[in-house]
């Protein structure tokens, strides 16, 4: 079936150059969702190509009460960018340039629709680095990871998006060019609006463009991989590496199932016998990172890992995260859907988070694979079912969902740590951020677009 | 001259206990500024001792549109805590309990109250840190580091006060109690909050809980004190640090004027000849800081840097920083006033900065001392002044700190990197925002206090 195209779509030409403007089903189709599993076709799909064009949509938009619905490279694991209301798409894909780097000022100046990997290619070609590092970094958008705050392994050491984000160019839900920060390192004239916009999921304005820290590379980086007996051995020397003093630019765990997927898939050789993989990750001068991997490879003996694996160069480094990388791997070859919950409870709770993900996988037959960055607390937990789109199932799953976001609540837990809100964690929202912050939430909504056009239908609505 | 009470002063003690409210003169008197060169007399001073006392004024003052201005220290520099409509000023400084210390969280809960030196003891008694490091840290309080988002010389490599606060708890202008984020190293659950709060000076909301993240205290530090010939060597060498791939976690100089000045108090055999003064810190493990230390050593001489002193260890180190400190003790031993301004450029225009400051000295004859952080290109910039409180002086210095504001902005800089807006960067805070960012300051404010009456005639009025 073929849409019929909406009655502003002349209106909406009228503003803006009819080739940054399809109706075509393919295209309406390729963006109708993101990775996550609902989906919803727009009206009209526009392909902004600068702020002026983004700038005119949203003044058409806001005068005609038309949704928009920002969309980036559209990975995102939430929904965040689905049109429920129709409307238009708004695709910031064509606005794709690094407009400059400069390591004289620390910053990097971007467009939203610049891939996040090839911004770290950018910034490592002059030396510097970018550190955010959310594990579809080959595929995602700099926009999005703003729109989402996006996080990554590294963000133990180096922080989360926000961090990195000094300057923005926002154009506002009536269309007005809101231009904020610069490339400064610090910045106090006036209230956070940088703040304001990162991590709003497209709900209260636009990002075309933004000026982000980068940092010195540090010359050099190493890594151990240790196995032990028991999670809760893991746990505790996640605790353990950083009260002697460590901040490692990564401290990642993974548990029994996810070990036992991985060994299916890569063969039982590849890790010696054990129920948990830690991986502890530093980064400094090249002096530094040997003599403290020496220091944490005789801490983690002392802590009874089993195995323990060194990868004191770049090269050696990189093929441990390759074979971390195995771990998504191993359970998507289970043949089963994984539900990644990017969950997070204080680092205190990594042995109680397993031990009712256990619990829960007992109780509802669902199998439950927890890894993840520990030293933050934020355990990707991934519910594995059959077949999500099956209603029975899914109402199933819905109710496993249900039982872990309840748990995390009730344990000063959060339901999202870097994936964001989206459609997939709408119905624990307003637990989770409770009744004042949730009207402070649409006070703030309503402030910013008074109209509701901005993505709406999504946790506010 | 004893000022009347305000006839709602009844009404006021008829929420909070009257053993927490006081009308006596002298406290008026000690409530009226803060250290910068403004004050008013409150009407009533409160000493809130609990979230619930801040609820039960901020409703009865919400109620009665009564002025509220929210008072830590009153270390300030701005003149952010200066009651200039009159009403309450509402003291948190009785709210000084640290409330948890959890390392094995990474977070310290404290009260608003708490002075960010008796935080940073009690993070090191355990062996973590809280790195934010405000000059005045001894004397000022966390509630207003987070009201100003106060910055320090370590946020070059660790952030400022915003990446530090995970959670708040927030008394809103109607009285009621907002809690947002927790004890959690990352949270997307919905808009950022806590953003929203930290830096907003007193005006959306009144922080009365923080959850701030502590990390593990590096084991050890060790500095560089190098002169060199010229400022523009010491600029250069602040690049080439960092492009030589270190991210020490200070790197501050010092100017001709500032080095002229601490010679006449310190004896000018304190510091060898040469026009400028930079001081590298780095911190890390042990064996690391000694290797690294000798790396920069080396990159500083080839450098141009004339004289070096090293400081391998804690001992050491403090004795650099004290000397540090004199600096400013030095500009206040000439007998004149030292208008600091919090100034910060793109990192790459430092020395046309000095430049320009040594331009505006000539120009007014006002002598004007350049220190600060380099590596943020936050460099405070102090203006000696005869004795501001005279009228005509005055006019003179204003003057001038509007041709050096002026400046700034036309060279993409900010009027404030971490001391506030507060009355003293009023006259410039719109041009500095712009039309649209000022507007949308405006949309935030009516937002959160649509009574005006959070620390209102600041620099949205």
Redesign the interface.
Known sequence: MIPTPPDWLAGLISVINGDKVSVSPSTLGDHSGDKWYASHVPDVVVFAESTADVSAVMKYANENRIPVTTRGAGFGYVGGAVPVRGGIVLSTMRMNRILGM??????AIVQPGVITGDLQAAAHAV?WEYPPDPASLKDCSIGGNIA??A?GPR??KY??T??YVLGLEVV?ASG?????G???????????????F???EG??GIITEATLRI?????SRAMLAAIFPEFEMAAAAV?AI??????PSALEITDTFTLAAARKKLGAETFPPGDAHLIVEID??P???L??IE?LHQLLTTLGATFIERAPDEASCERIWKLRREFSFSLRDTGLTKLNE?I?????KLVELVTFARRLEQETGIPIACFG?A????IHTNLMVRDYGDPEIRVHADAALDQLFRWILAN??????????GLAKKPW?RQ???E??FA??K??K???DPNGILNPGK?LD
Request: proline share 4%.
């Open positions: 400069h390591p004289e000022d620390g910053v030396g989402t705050n996080g963000c133990l922080g989360v926000r961090s506002l007005e060019i809101l231009r904020t610069g490339r400064l390192h610090k910045n106090k004239t006036g209230f956070d609006l940088i703040g304001s990162t991590g709003s709900m209260l940092i010195p590379k540090p010359a605790q950083l009260n002697a003093g460590h901040l400094g001068r002096a530094a990172t003599s403290e220091e990017d997070v409870v204080p680092r205190s960055h030293g933050d607390g934020n000063d837990g959060a339901i999202t740590g870097e994936h964001g809100v929202i989770a951020l409770g004042t912050a402070t939430h006070v703030l309503n402030a910013f946790f």
